[in-house]
């Protein structure tokens, strides 16, 4: 490890604590850094990040436990029905230590409960580890798709990797063997399946954080491209060129171009297949240029400059044809063609404007079949949200990480699927729904309209973000749990509970459980102190609910506070 490696990660740490929020320890900030980092080419967001942060006392070794589908994080079970055509499973398990040195406590601790946690035949009631509830519930996701999709013979991938700030060129000969051994364990179990077990330290860790992503890029073109003032433009780039254009240093697709597509790749469906197979076709024989038969690319830029062959742009962003660039990636990937003088057609407008750029989006992709849900974000309820909550001090990404690649703190930002949340936690008085919400539920026209409803006024809107948000930073207080029949709540469980608490504040607040969105404008922001005699409130209710000898026991208060019997009680 060079010598100032550990220095500048140190420094980028510091600068990072409150990127991450308020209240937190060196140790998890480290943690949130890890994630951060390690996972960066997933694009998650803040709260993406934290659903899969399952540190606590009961976490066999195991700090983030992350489930990709086809390189989408899976925060519920999927079906066949709604599956790619070939599945592949990316699984990561992060153990994140702050200290200076790799030992083998972890790996053991690791040892002693992954090869339970990954075996298929296991149902919950049957796993022997004392696991915290948010752990198994992310392998309760894992599971249920991976035996769902099995008739799609899936392919999986699982990434363990122990990180720390340590050295990484210099693990211990015996901490080394440890993690050849849980990577044969884990291989074990699983016959299509490829496990590795990798070791970061504070050099791996800098490297990445430092890798910057690159939206000023200069495109090839054949033939002359049409123009009109300079503010759009139409050209041909041959396939080659292309796939070069959205390809990084590492060979991987820049992913980060698609943030405002309205959908991910959709896998190997009709559309998808046809251009795979246009693709693979041979141009000599059949003398069809692909551009014929392709509706080509669409890309938004903020600034853009012709020099020869090659158009230079600023802030570039693909707004449609993410099926057909996956598909010319793949095809360039799988048959490793260097050149392909065939051509895709890419048409290029130069704005700035945020509506004129969200009408461009939406235009572009409503001549196709796209989930309504994809275009929620165009809609003037969302723009109005933006510009209260903005007015608010908060940064509301309806294009998902905008203001991430901006560098916005991250404890400001604010996704659509975590504002649904609190709205309905506190505004619709639904907790426990609150937790569960999915993207999903914007598919619904009339469960989207519930929650993202246009008659009220914006401040609900506020008012229930910043009550969750106050409630989260309230108990992020450890010793607010000591002493009690629950323990320590780990940082990761602070939010599932925190919707709970939220809604329990503002009943006890306005002195009735059934109030309407409107009645919360009025309220003010709880500080610390009523967070903390909500939760003492909570608490002692926890203790009377648990001493009923008609109640299970529950060895966890986020189990408890999912369960519809105990909420019940607090009001």
């Known amino acids: 490890m060079a010598q100032n490696d550990l220095i500048l990660l140190d ?26 980092q390690l996972l960066k080419d997933y ?20 700090d983030g436990f992350f489930v990709f589908l086809n390189e989408r994080l899976l925060n519920v079970a999927i079906d066949e029905e709604f599956a790619p055509k070939t599945p592949h499973f990316d699984v990561w398990i992060i153990s994140s230590k702050r200290g200076q040195t790799f030992r083998q406590s972890p790996l053991n601790s690791l040892m002693a409960s992954l090869p339970e946690l990954f075996d298929l035949g296991k149902s919950e009631d049957d796993i022997t580890y004392p ?42 000969p015996n901490i080394s063997s440890r993690g050849n051994q849980l990577q044969a364990a884990l291989q074990a179990l699983f016959s299509n399946c490829q496990t590795v077990v990798t070791f970061v330290g504070a050099s791996e860790l800098l490297e990445i954080a430092l890798r910057r992503k690159a939206y000023s890029l200069r495109l090839k073109f054949i033939e002359n491209p049409i123009s009109r003032e300079q503010t759009n433009y139409v050209l041909l780039s041959r396939l080659s060129d292309y ?6 240093e590492e060979g991987a697709l820049r992913r980060y171009l698609f943030e405002a597509n309205v959908r991910d790749y959709m896998g190997s469906v009709p559309v998808n297949r046809d251009i795979a197979s246009t693709l693979s076709a041979n141009p000599q024989q059949e003398k069809v240029d692909f551009w014929w038969l392709n509706n080509g690319i669409t890309i938004l830029a903020s600034f853009a400059t012709i020099a020869g062959k090659e158009i230079s742009l600023e802030n570039v962003q693909i707004v449609n044809g993410l099926q057909t660039t996956e598909s010319i990636f793949s095809y360039f990937k799988a048959s490793n063609q260097v050149k392909d003088d065939r051509a895709v057609l890419v048409k290029i407008i130069v704005a ?38 903005a007015d608010h001090g908060w940064y509301y990404d309806r294009r998902r990480n905008f203001y991430k690649n ?21 505004a619709l008085r639904d907790p426990l729904r609150a937790r569960r919400q999915r993207p999903k539920f914007m598919r619904v026209d009339s469960q989207y309209k519930q929650v993202f409803d246009d008659r009220w006024p914006l401040d609900v809107f506020v008012k229930s973000l910043e009550i969750v948000r106050a409630a989260e930073g309230g108990m992020r207080t450890k010793k607010l749990f000591r002493n009690t029949t629950f323990g320590d709540v780990h940082a990761g469980a602070v939010r599932d509970a925190a919707y709970v608490v939220a809604y329990t504040w503002a009943v006890r607040k306005l002195g009735r459980p059934s109030y309407t969105p409107a009645d919360i404008v009025e309220l003010k922001i709880p500080n610390g102190e009523e967070v903390q005699d909500t939760v003492a409130f909570i608490l002692n209710k926890a203790d009377e609910f648990c001493r009923s000898p008609t109640t299970k026991p529950f060895k966890s208060l986020t189990k408890l506070l999912r369960t519809k019997e105990f909420v019940g009680v607090l009001y």
């Open 406 to 426: 901006q560098g916005m703190p991250a404890e400001r930002i604010v996704s659509m699927t975590y504002l649904a949340s609190c709205v309905r936690a506190v």
């Open 131 to 172: 696991f915290e509830q948010t752990i198994l519930d992310v392998r309760d996701t894992f599971t249920r798709s991976y035996i769902n999709l099995a008739g799609s013979r899936p392919t999986l991938r699982i990434h363990v990797v122990y990180a720390s700030r340590g050295d990484a060129t210099m693990v211990a």
């Open 352 to 389: 700035e404007d945020p509506e004129i750029r969200d009408r461009i989006i939406k235009a572009t992709n409503y001549q196709n079949p796209v989930e309504l849900a994809s275009l929620r974000a165009t809609e003037k309820i969302q723009r109005d949200i933006e510009q209260y909550l």
């Open 43 to 62: 694009e998650l967001q803040i709260d993406e990040l934290e659903s899969g942060w399952v540190d606590s006392g009961d976490d066999g070794g195991i």
């Open 11 to 36: 420094s980028l740490l510091s600068k990072a604590a409150p990127h991450y929020g308020q209240g937190l320890d060196e140790g998890e900030v480290f943690e949130l850094f890890c994630f951060d």
């Open 243 to 248: 796939c070069e254009f959205v390809t990084d």
